[in-house]
Nanobody, 121 residues
């Protein structure tokens, strides 16, 4: 499985970024997909996940600001991040996992190399 992230960068508070992840080596259409992030000195956390059927789950800290979506035809998952805050600064990792239809079934077993997001105040 190969997951390649793109779209990170440096933005100011309130601006937007769109992260993309190109996936290969898996049956993308039935895999669950997600985005994790890890800030310096903190544990990696699940930011957003999307199930095989398109159900989504978000961390409380990003609800209403981030949207995860998948394009099964292109084997891609994206994370639209709006109203960014300095506390969103982290390395963001794309993740994939076995099929699951309920958000309670979101488990992940592969991660990409990550892309850095920095939000200045």
């Amino acid at each position: 499985v190969q997951l390649v992230e793109s779209g990170g960068g440096l933005v100011q508070t309130g601006e937007s970024l769109r992260l993309s992840c190109a996936a290969s080596g898996l049956v993308f259409s039935i895999s669950v997909m997600g985005w994790y992030r890890q800030a310096p000195g903190k544990q990696r956390e699940l930011v957003a996940g999307i199930t095989t059927g398109g159900n989504t789950k978000y961390a409380d800290s990003v609800k209403g600001r981030f949207i995860i979506s998948r394009d099964n035809a292109k084997n891609m998952v994206t994370l639209q991040m709006d109203s960014l805050k300095p506390e969103d600064t982290a390395d963001y990792y794309c993740a994939s996992g076995p099929p699951g239809w309920a958000v309670e079934e979101l488990t992940f077993d592969h991660w990409g190399q990550g892309t850095q997001v920095t939000v200045s105040s």
